[in-house]
Structures are given as structure tokens and as C-alpha cells.
């Protein structure tokens, strides 16, 4: 199960060094797209079979699951940890989640999302207030 925050940077040629703590997980691989935030979405190789079993019984037939399914699998990418626990990030999905140089890496349970240190800050701020009503929504 993957949960905190992770401050790292993307070097000059697109790569992303993964905590160093969460890499036994990622040894297989990693699948990367986008993702509302924007953000990236990074699941782990072991977990992908689970996400393609819900992508699949999406109905193809209707407009949304149509334009979510092209959207997500044209920016999908497969990527293996390098020794240094790097993976590269296209620069399309750099585009889209804003990523520049600093990066923060946050645990999702069984994923994990890549944000723009700056949108996420912003994102923290924005959703701190609402915890509490959160919690109580969901009753937990």
C-alpha cells in the first residue's frame, strides 16, 4: 500500500527518480497516464491487471466512456525502474500534469499520482478545509 508524500525532481532528460522507499513495488514496472488534477497516474505493473479488468466493462457505446478510455490509453505508457529507480516521463505527460523540474510524489493505496509541487500545494490548501465535511460524507 503506497500513502505519504515524496519531494523529488525530474533531471534534464525526463526522468523521475522514485522514492526509494516504494521501489520493491514498482521492480516490475510502472503504467503512467494522465489523470484529473492534472496530475499523473503511476500504477504499478502487479496492480494493472485489476485496472484493465474495469477499463474493459466500460460500455465503448456511450460518448464518455468512449472519450475517457482514448484519452486515457493514448497517453498511456509502460515503463521499467532504471538502477538509479528512475523512470522516464514523455514529455506529452509532462505537459499535461505541468511538470517542470520539482515534483511531488503522493501514495494512493494501491497507485500513486505525480503532481506539479506547486498545483499540489495549491491542491492541499484547497482541500484541507473541506476534510472534515469529507469525512463526515463518508462516514468514516
Request: charged share 30%; with cysteine.
Amino acid at each position: 500500500m503506497f500513502s505519504g508524500q515524496y519531494h523529488h525532481s525530474i533531471d534534464s532528460k525526463g526522468r523521475l527518480i522514485l522514492p526509494s522507499k516504494l521501489r520493491d513495488e514498482l521492480r516490475e514496472g510502472v503504467m503512467v497516464t494522465v489523470w484529473p488534477g492534472p496530475c499523473l497516474l503511476l500504477i504499478p505493473k502487479i496492480e494493472w491487471s485489476r485496472w484493465e479488468e474495469k477499463l474493459q466493462v466500460l460500455p465503448s457505446g456511450k460518448e464518455k466512456s468512449l472519450k475517457f478510455m482514448r484519452f486515457f490509453y493514448a497517453h498511456l505508457q509502460e515503463e521499467m525502474l532504471d538502477k538509479q529507480g528512475r523512470i522516464f516521463i514523455s514529455p506529452a505527460l509532462r505537459k499535461w500534469a505541468r511538470l517542470e523540474r520539482e515534483v511531488v510524489v503522493i501514495g494512493m493505496g494501491n497507485r500513486l499520482e505525480i503532481w506539479n509541487k506547486d498545483l499540489w500545494a495549491k491542491y492541499e490548501d484547497e482541500a484541507a478545509p473541506a476534510y472534515p465535511e469529507v469525512i463526515e460524507e463518508l462516514e468514516l
